[in-house]
């Protein structure tokens, strides 16, 4: 009897499936989804079986046998399969790295699918019996045992780390003995005792809420668009708890970690079901038991960020993605995939509703709406009594700033925290400053590795630079003219930080950006302060304006608008009017009405002045005109070849050769743009460039595209660089 042929994917870059012959003594019923040891060049290798053949276009005597079958049934339902074979088709990308990425990390490892265990620390006997004078001699290991004497049934590290007992510490006091780590069993899922009753609906809610219920056991996207503060979540958390009522499971899928802690309460309060989070702020086995939680059915509600969108569901009911609109959402590296767009794929595959929400649609999902595509649902009024924010420009031309704080909006926050009003400024620039300025001869300090001018960050007294990561000593004097008189120019968050200890000594603040919430748990402090109103005024980036509310914020200050106003980017004043806006929303959403200040050097730009005075419908519907007449996205389709060497011209070199390997025949409709320089032409000690190609008609560009990219890899010039395609590329950088 011939032997099955068992196709794997194989986490690599080739665009292929690898043939192997079963095990010699395998009892278990092999099928699709099961995670499979093989040998793989020279050392072995976890894939996934993705088919049985009976035929292979190799000598069969020639293959190598699958070492264990190391499932003893599939761990991918075929929902899942099925959506990692059609991402992989429409992305162009190997379905092994496609695969791969579908699993928590210890399952790509080849380990046991079961859930994993905590591991806590707790104090030895040794530790219990350590003499005062021989704890006080390292006052952080003495605030450890103490802290771990307070936990006698054992602290986990998410614990130590939010209480500022790091790794060092722990190594320490393990070295003496004094303490000792064991891994506790996973704890059951708690149960809320009590859900709280909901929230009554304004109409046009209560329209939203009917849509969406009416849709309950079809495929059916709705575009929530709702302005800031209108009630978008008490929509969401209606139409899940009737998916749970129903028996069924509920995906939320937001851009930010940020955004789950907020979230997470709210849902506990009202569903009474405690959602399971997945997100990169997890540990491997906290992630693995949120997602054998999720394919068990046990999860009713799960949370996530854009890694969510490939989590199994026993009984998917309904799919959420909120602030929709978010570039976070697609990934940037590697795997490039749209978590918006998988789910919608994945909806209409399994028949369920999905809701896309957000303040401010990104335009293509408006396109879907006028297009038929989408039900179009409109929340345009603020819910309860909250009103609208009054937004205003204020133009700084000819202004003394203190470190980026006009005297007007100074002024300001000085009435609206005397009517004991919260302040948010945002800033989406960390660090210092964005760079460093001799006075004397003009020079700044640059990345050597790339095209980019290093910040200051003057509480860790380095420059870095946010492109590579790489950093260097600040310089006490000009290595170019020896002067040192060296300045900081633009203010990044640590920057105004110092303007608020003195314009504000007395005000409790907050500063909420990744450098200040690295740690574990911090990030969910300093909301919680923003939230309580302990901190009176909340300093930000992007991180603080993202869908959080904080019913005490009565002003908003934007501080620098203008970066989004004059970019090569054709998204640039989409992403631009969307941001003000999201910041704007934070301000005014209890009682007390809101005021905005956008702080300008161009208070006279088109954009500005439309926001202002109209909106963001009237900008969206002036931005699509606009696209429709240059051809460009949601109206043509976009796919960007990008390429990278230590070689000033490999890159181009490649893509030449690219452009002049493609298949003439497929390429009527289809426009090239390139080869060019990337805007940003080196990074981290690598030049780059890039070839656009822009298409009518999407599906002539994907029958280019899948003809085109297995031969990529082929030309003699891609040996010399990295490359990689992005469709619907959404960063032209």
Known sequence: MTESILRVAVPSPLHRLFDYLPPRAEAVALAPGMRVQIPFGRGRAVGMLVDIARTTDFDPARLKRVQAVLDAAPVLPDDILAMARWAADYYHHPLGEVLAGCLPVVLRRGQALQPQGETVWRLTDAGHAASPAERARAPQQERALTFLAEHSDGASRAQLDAAGLGAHILRALTARDWIESTVRAPAPRAAIPTATSAHPLNPAQAEAVAAIQSARDRYQAFLLDGVTGSGKTEVYLQAIAECIAQGKQALVVVPEIGLTPQLVERFQQRLGHAPTLLHSGLSEGERLNAWLAARAGEAAVVIGTRSAAWVPLARPGLFIVDEEHDPSLKQQEGFRYSAR?????????????????????????LHNAQQGRYQHLSLPERAGVACAPRLYLLDIRNQTLDEGLAPALLAQMRAHLGRDGQVLLFLNRRG???????????????????DAHLTLHQQHKHLRCHHCGSQQPIPVQCPQCGCADLRPLGAGTERVERALERQFPDVPFVRIDRDNTRRKGRLEDLLAQAASGDARILLGTQMLAKGHHFPGVTLVGILEADQGLFSADFRAGERLAQQVIQVAGRAGRAERPGEVLVQTHHPEHPLLQQLVAAGYPAFAAAALAERQAAGLPPFSNLALLRAEATDARAPEHFLSAARDATDTRLTNGLEFWGPVPSPMERRAGRFRAQLLLVARDRKRLHRLLADWVPRLGELKAARKVRWSLDVDPIDLF
């Open 341 to 365: 767009d998988l789910l919608v794929w994945r909806a209409h595959r399994d028949g369920v509703p999905i809701v896309l929400g957000s303040a401010t649609p990104a335009l293509e999902s």
């Open 432 to 450: 210092f400053a964005p760079t460093l300025l001799c006075h004397a001869c003009g020079w700044v300090a640059e990345c050597r590795r790339c």
